[in-house]
């Protein structure tokens, strides 16, 4: 789309998005006071919550403004990573409406109400953006075709053809495909073009010649990274031959995860590994890891002085032992456990894996690190920012420097804090054990993330309890 598609489509989510979710708090009022539910308190006159909806828009434009939603909505991204924002944005937005409410006026709204509204207006906005999507899919496949001739091979090649015949890229026919790139991926583009009847067209000595021929609207670059050469020999005169030109980089091979687009000051700035955990979902993040965390001190606090007295008078030294681990972004911390080895463990063997017998270790020590107890007290590192409740375990800095020459993505990993527990952790993959298999699942837990993923890994915990045999 051309920026002033975009600018268009963004004024159009806006206003859906406000009138969604003034309708939400419609109806549940409505439904509160239906009869379904039971009505102690007699029912209120409707102008006292009716006189919240210019409220209700400018809280939600606000949060979700703030929380840059608005912003990655202008990214190229999955309706499932757009539905999860939503969610997000919205719980930002409720709490921050409760909030309003009490300081509002002295009449306490229903809670029923709130409820039945926050599990409603996600899912309206989600429909709202939905029926955008295909009012536009439906108008462009309705309006008079242009001609899409489609230069590529591979998966950029595949990519473009679905995304012209759904109107998503551009609103017309393809005429043909000019097959270009490496032997193997031009085969594979050709299968495409026969599985759907798609007319192979070969590159022209003159484009000119070519275009005079065969009239052409749209022409869409989609070629593999290494056929980059094409477009120094023929993009300047396509351009000069074509209204619009349209190029789908090649950015699969050097993403794992999803990638964006922002536009800043009119240049476009590729965002290579973008996760779910970006803008709203790290606030609400974190917003569960302080109440997680506090939660857990509290009810870990008779244990937490049990230990400390224990590892006081059973062995020299001090009770916590400081750490230096590595975190979000490449940087160090001082990570906190029960001092679980003697005090001058690593002054002979340096910084060194723990393994099965390890005499460097205390007879409490042994017992606290298969239990995991000594982990306790990064409950105060997820208080203090350092950490969250669910990530991937941090590395001292030295080991992180070997793993990330040898293992593939390894750096990818510090895209997030580090956690307490992890999916790699509740997969098995804790301790002396596969560095790709913890890799591959850390990478998993990024790519993936949702609150409901954490809860799921919390449970994990707990269930499977918190001894562990890989843990010396």
């Not at 001739?149 to 998503?168: C, H, K, N, P, Y």
């Not at 005090?343 to 017998?357: N, P």
């Amino acid at each position: 789309m051309s920026r002033r598609d975009n600018d268009l489509l963004l004024m159009l989510r806006v206003i859906s998005d406000v009138i969604m979710v003034m309708l939400a708090w419609v109806l549940a009022f409505m439904l509160r006071f239906s009869g379904v539910f039971p009505i102690t308190k007699g029912i209120p006159e409707p102008i006292l919550y009716m006189k919240l909806l210019p409220f209700v828009a400018v809280i939600w434009l606000l949060v979700f403004a703030l929380s840059g939603f608005y912003r990655r909505t202008r990214r190229s991204r999955s309706a499932f990573l757009e539905a999860l924002d939503v969610i997000q944005s919205c719980f930002l937005a409720t709490i921050a409406f409760i909030a309003f409410t009490y300081v509002y006026e002295e009449y306490r709204y229903s809670r029923v109400v709130m409820v039945i509204f926050a599990l409603l207006h996600p899912w309206f906005i989600m429909a709202g953006r939905s029926g955008i999507r295909k009012a536009l899919r439906l108008y462009r496949l309705r309006a008079t075709p242009r001609q899409t001739l489609i230069i590529g091979s591979g998966d950029g090649l595949r990519q473009a053809v679905e995304m012209t015949r759904t109107g998503d890229l551009t609103r017309g026919e393809i005429l043909g495909v000019m097959l270009a790139g490496p032997a193997e991926l031009v085969e594979v583009g050709a299968q495409l073009c026969h599985d759907n009847q798609l007319q192979i067209l070969s590159l022209p000595i003159s484009w000119t010649d070519f275009f005079s021929q065969h009239p052409t609207a749209t022409v869409v670059f989609a070629l593999p990274h290494s056929a980059y050469g094409l477009l120094d020999q023929a993009l300047e005169q396509v351009a000069d031959q074509v209204p619009d030109v349209r190029l789908l980089p090649d950015l699969a091979r050097f993403s794992r995860f999803s990638t964006g687009v922002d536009i800043i000051s009119g240049t476009p700035v590729v965002t290579i590994n973008e996760s779910p955990l970006a803008g709203a979902g790290s606030l609400i993040k974190r917003a569960v890891d302080v109440l997680g965390a506090l939660v857990a001190i509290t009810l870990f606090s008779p244990i937490l002085a049990i230990v400390a007295i224990v590892v006081a008078v059973t062995s020299k030294g001090p009770v916590l032992y400081r750490q230096e681990r590595m975190g979000v972004d490449g940087k160090t911390f001082y990570m906190l456990k029960f001092r679980s080895m003697r005090v001058d463990a690593e002054q002979v063997s340096g910084a060194v894996w723990a393994k099965a017998g390890d005499d460097r270790t205390t007879p409490v020590g042994k017992w606290l690190r298969r239990t995991s107890l000594d982990e306790l007290p990064q409950f105060f590192n997820v208080l203090r920012g350092e950490m969250s409740l669910v990530g991937p375990r941090p590395e001292r800095p030295v080991f992180v420097e070997q793993f990330r020459r040898k293992v593939p993505g390894y750096y990818l990993r510090h895209k997030t804090k580090a956690g307490i527990t992890g999916w790699a952790q509740v997969n098995g993959w804790r301790g002396n054990t596969s560095i790709e298999k913890r890799i591959e699942c850390d990478l998993y837990y990024i790519k993936n993330w949702s609150l409901t993923l954490d809860f799921k890994i919390i449970l994990l915990t707990v269930l499977r309890g918190f001894v562990n045999k890989n843990a010396y």
